[in-house]
């Protein structure tokens, strides 16, 4: 393993280098026999990543034994790197829950992150379940980053993938449901929970506006439930609505999810249907409904 000395070398190395893509500093051996690099050679490695000519793409960093100080600083010189793509720090159980907490908030919730895949294999034994809902939280606006390798740490319970789970899809209106998170595709290779597992599946999916119609429709109007939310929109995004149902969208292979509550909806709108002459005298559908918050942003979901 290369030691303090070095990493400072090759920080110093890295400040002028321009073509280097991807750099490994893995170590498989056992950490008792290293000679810990400190904050300051940490900090000389690190500085590189802010080098605006800097093409680094992928740093490794399973079992190197970086310390907390030593991710702070990482944290905040990803902060100012745009090229950084896929980020390795498995096998790290050295860094406390709370190092790892402030990673979380400090690099992955910053709009200017540019991580596309993060590697945490085991790492979380110590309060897993509450980093869980920590990473859930500080990646929930987060539209870079694709994959999560979670893999190998068993102390993962059902709690901690249930915040996963709300991230990936928040049931609890169509409006969370489209604002969830349709971008992370990957977890690492163990058994998921189901319902993960189904999310993760859909997530997959290129057209991201399709992965957020298909996750409403599965959670909001599955066996014709919630119709009459649709039923009761201002009738400026009705049309808008309709069509989005009727979308032919295959998911299975076999069906599409819209049909059956486009069925229903139009059962309950026979009156859109009528002769002309009798819709002209029937004042029933002239009311324009208001007080929809989400009308604007709903009529733009369904574009």
């Known amino acids: 393993r290369i030691a303090d000395q070095g990493i400072i070398s090759l920080g110093n190395a890295l400040a002028k280098n321009t073509t280097l893509e991807c750099l490994d500093l893995s170590s498989s051996s056992s950490l008792q026999h290293f000679v810990p690099i400190t904050a300051d050679g940490w900090r000389s490695f690190f500085t590189s990543l802010r080098n605006s000519k800097s093409v680094v793409q992928d740093i490794l960093l399973r079992g190197c034994g970086i310390d907390e100080e030593g991710l702070a600083i990482l944290a905040d010189a990803l902060n100012n ?16 829950a709370a190092s790892w907490r402030r990673f979380f908030t400090a690099c992955l919730r910053s709009p200017k992150s540019s991580l596309e895949g993060l590697f945490l294999c085991e790492n979380l034994a110590e309060e897993a379940d509450e980093l869980m809902a920590d990473l859930a939280g500080a990646i929930a606006h987060n539209d870079k980053l694709e994959a999560i390798d979670l893999g190998e740490n068993p102390s993962i319970t059902k709690t901690g993938w249930s915040h996963f789970s709300r991230l990936l899809c928040d049931k609890s209106s169509i409006v ?23 999310l993760i599946h859909l997530n997959k999916h290129e057209n991201k506006r399709a992965v957020a119609r298909e996750k409403i429709l599965r959670y909001h109007f599955r066996h014709g439930a919630n119709i009459q939310k649709i039923h009761d929109m201002e009738l ?3 049309p808008h609505a309709i069509s989005w149902l009727s979308r032919d969208v295959y998911w299975t292979g076999r069906e599409r999810s819209g049909l059956t509550p486009l069925y229903e909806l139009l059962r309950t709108l026979s ?9 002209m005298t029937s004042t029933k559908r002239k009311r324009v409904v208001i007080g929809c918050p989400h009308a604007t942003k709903l009529k733009s979901g369904f574009a």
């Open 81 to 96: 790197n745009s090229t950084l793509k896929i980020l390795d720090l498995s096998k790290n159980p050295q860094v406390t």
């Open 176 to 198: 969370s449901t489209y604002e969830s998170n349709h971008v992370i595709n990957y977890l690492g290779a163990q058994t998921l929970p189901p319902d993960l597992d189904m």
């Open 236 to 238: 400026e995004v009705m």
């Open 271 to 279: 009156s859109l249907f009528e002769p002309k002459n009798t819709a």
